[in-house]
């Protein structure tokens, strides 16, 4: 994909990923995950 997604569309698109994942920065902190 190109180009930004608004957060609803990403909220609904990471809500409808069949897996469970979770993003991290360097230093362990969880920045963004789906439920």
Do not use: H, Q, R
């Not at 994909?1 to 957060?7: F, R």
């Not at 469970?20 to 230093?27: A, G, I, K, L, R």
Request: charge should be negative; proline fraction near 3%.
């Amino acid at each position: 994909m190109i180009g930004k997604l608004s957060e609803n569309v990403l909220e609904a698109v990471l809500e409808t990923i069949p897996i469970e994942f979770s993003v991290v920065d360097e230093n362990d902190k969880v920045l963004a995950w789906n439920k």
